[in-house]
């Protein structure tokens, strides 16, 4: 089992594993969240991993804003390390990257 301290750091395994909980124990017709005293914290985490896709999405597209104005400058190799480096944001994080990448939502 993985540490759940709140100091250890969100590994894309132990996000995987808060996510996995979530949707088991969420949508449990009996158990649901309710049947603890962790009731509020436990409800605000759907909301927190919502937030976290939404920063993530956002960054990746200032991240490709950010290379296509490179490429518009000349500096061609820069943008393509940029682009790569969202792949491999979204390879870890396993998520798709490029045009299937999640989108910013406001």
Known sequence: MTDTTPA????P???????TAVAVYQ???TIGFSCCSAHA????????????????ASRAEMTRS?????DG???D?????LRYSLDLDAEMAGVPA???APQPTE
Do not use: C, F, K, Y
């Open 8 to 11: 250890s750091p969100l590994t």
């Open 13 to 19: 395994e132990r996000e995987q594993e808060i996510r």
């Open 27 to 29: 949508d449990h017709p």
């Open 41 to 56: 914290p436990a409800d605000a985490v759907p909301a927190l991993l919502a937030e976290l896709d939404r920063i993530r």
């Open 66 to 70: 950010n290379a296509d104005w490179l």
């Open 73 to 75: 400058i000349g500096q």
């Open 77 to 81: 190799h820069a943008a393509a390390m």
């Open 98 to 100: 490029g045009p299937d």
